[in-house]
């Protein structure tokens, strides 16, 4: 079964053919992902309308890209999938209306995925792919959340943001250090010139008791400390930044230990584009090494939104007992601007 997976969430245009075979992983076969961070620059974030009709462009030659690099035509497509939610409405409804259009001409069944299930299961894409059960780290710019994964769609919501993501802590403080946009790639790099002790910032709710995480705090801190500086912020903006990703990094860091520890588990599968920043991941394989627990990441460049990853999570759906049920050739679609991961069932 070949299954064309559609991202178009937010300003990442993504499309992927992945093959399935009976209970093997899904196979990627070809992908093609285009940023518009050149786009976005000028004014410091995603303008919405813009990313939309961008996406209008790109979607139908990087569709094309694919098939060709995977020597495929449009007529050995099983399944169309695509990105349901959450994300931006007008975005969504791009990658949405494209895919049941496609998959009305050829009279073949389309499936809506949610796009956090995609990057909980873009690992599986990856050389060395977790099994069930697991704890899952989802950090991203949009979300952070740890979840008990037992199976495609058997999640367990064990704490999540009750504020800012990690990945808008990271941007956020970017920008209070004018380092422009996207923020968080930008702040790391520097980070690597800073001395992480410098500055004493908060650790939100890390002794809090539970798995929640809150990052407000801290980028008001960090903007507190930026004006304290005033001029010589320049000159110590390394350090500054150095700080900001030590204390992000720990509150993920025993926060996902302590999740860990609570269900038991001792394999750990950590997704999302924060899942890319070196000094996390090196924390992460330190940590869990010492505790016997194996940690999987997804391949670098499959970190952030990508049509793989809505590919493998449509294959692996469609494994499931009934799973098959679930792809629709009806065609009229919805999207899911605001959609609890928690609320996916088999």
């Known amino acids: 079964m070949l299954i064309l997976g559609i991202e178009s969430s937010c300003d990442e245009t993504g499309v992927a053919l992945v093959r399935s075979e009976g209970a093997a992983v899904p196979a990627l076969l070809s992908h093609a992902l285009y940023s518009q961070i050149a786009m976005h620059q000028a004014y410091g974030g995603v303008v ?7 996406h209008i462009r790109r979607v139908i030659p990087l569709a094309r890209e694919v098939l060709a ?8 497509i099983d399944v169309v999938a695509y990105t349901r939610g959450p994300g931006l409405a007008g975005a969504l409804l791009v990658g949405a209306g494209v895919a049941c259009a496609l998959g009305a ?8 995925v949610h796009h956090l299930e995609g990057h909980l299961l873009s690992p599986f894409l990856s050389a060395d792919p977790p099994e069930f059960p697991f704890v899952a780290l989802l950090v991203s710019g949009g979300h952070t959340q740890l979840m008990r994964v037992d199976g495609v769609g058997r999640y367990t919501l064990l704490g999540e943001t009750i504020d800012d993501a990690a990945g808008e802590a990271f941007d956020k403080s970017a920008k209070l250090m004018g380092l422009g946009y996207p923020g ?16 004493k910032l908060p650790r939100p709710l890390l002794h809090s008791g539970d798995l929640d995480f809150s990052f407000a705090g801290l980028k008001t801190a960090v903007m507190t400390q930026a004006k304290k500086l005033g001029d010589a912020l320049e000159a110590r903006k390394a350090d500054l ?15 996902s230990l302590a999740a860990l520890r609570d269900t038991g588990l001792k394999r750990l599968v950590v997704a999302g584009g924060v899942g890319a920043n070196r000094h996390l ?23 952030t939104d990508n049509g793989a990853m809505i590919a493998m999570a449509a294959a692996m759906r469609l494994q499931t007992p009934g799973g098959a049920s679930q792809a629709q050739t009806t065609y009229s679609f919805d ?4 959609w609890p991961l928690a609320d996916l069932v088999v």
């Open 241 to 255: 930044a150095a700080s900001t990703e030590a204390a992000i990094v720990e509150v993920l860091l025993k926060k």
């Open 69 to 76: 690099e995977s020597q495929h035509s449009l007529q050995d």
């Open 48 to 54: 919405p309308e813009l990313a939309s009709r961008d």
């Open 281 to 303: 991941r090196a924390q992460l394989n330190a940590a869990c090494q010492r505790q016997g627990v194996r940690v999987h990441y997804p391949e670098l460049h499959l970190c």
């Open 335 to 338: 999207v899911q601007p605001r």
């Open 105 to 112: 001409a050829l009279q073949k069944p389309v499936l809506g």
């Open 184 to 199: 968080g790639p930008a702040l790391s790099k520097l980070a690597e010139q800073g001395d992480a002790t410098a500055f």
